[in-house]
């Protein structure tokens, strides 16, 4: 069965910092592959999306990630973190071919300080 | 365009209610996806349909269900609700096919007493 793991549920980090948050997932097919972010009080919202080509790919507001496929990574990259940023963050993946049905990571938290 | 809306935003039932939640995609999107999102299981999904049919489905009781009508809109009903029914359902849509992005609604927060 379709997995993905976040491996930081809680990270706190001042305005400036660099972020990194890392994702996992276990599937044997192709995939394609998502960060979303849920914003205090928001609703769920795409960062960036993997479908195929470049490994790496560039989202709004400064995120981008890298596609590993050898180690099933989805790791999300931002070089300066703001205020602004402090949302949750979810991981995702979908089998190619069953687009609606994703699979969710369990979510890290990022607060970030002024 | 108009992004998705699910009504009510909230609701309070009883044990052994049931409840029916609606979603309207956006125009042009023909598959609706269900999600349940809680704090201890995070975010689960639920079911998909496509074209009025269920085309995929999670891990949950036969007491969630859910259909679409002609015009994509889609509703979710739970019969007999649990306490641990309480969670925030949320709703996305797209087009269907492959390589897609899902777009996600407000959600409708349910609390079960």
């Known amino acids: 069965a379709q997995s993905v793991s976040q491996h930081n549920h809680h990270v706190i980090l001042s305005e400036a910092a660099s972020l990194e948050l890392g994702c996992n997932y276990s599937?044997?097919?192709?995939?394609?592959l998502f960060w979303y972010v849920q914003y205090p009080g928001q609703h769920l919202q795409l960062l960036l999306k993997y479908f195929s080509g470049d490994p790496l790919v560039k989202g709004i507001k400064g995120f981008e990630a890298e596609f590993i496929k050898s180690k099933f990574s989805f790791n999300l990259r931002k070089p300066s973190v703001q205020w602004s940023d402090t949302a949750e963050y979810f991981c995702a993946v979908n089998a190619r071919g069953n687009t609606g049905k994703l699979i969710f990571g369990q979510g890290t938290t990022l607060q970030v300080k002024p | 365009k108009a992004g998705v809306t699910q009504t009510p935003r909230y609701l309070i039932k009883t044990r052994g209610q049931q409840v029916t939640l609606s979603c309207s995609p956006i125009s042009g999107h023909r598959s609706v996806s269900w999600y349940q999102q809680t704090p201890g299981q995070g975010l689960q999904f639920l079911f998909e349909y496509f074209s009025e049919t269920q085309r995929n489905k999670g891990n949950f009781p036969g007491r969630f269900s859910g259909r679409q009508f002609s015009n994509s809109r889609s509703e979710m009903n739970v019969s007999t609700l649990e306490l641990g029914d309480s969670a925030l359902y949320l709703c996305a849509s797209s087009y269907g096919v492959s390589q897609e992005t899902q777009y996600f609604g407000p959600g409708t927060r349910l609390l079960v007493l």
């Open positions: 599937y044997g097919g192709t995939v394609n």
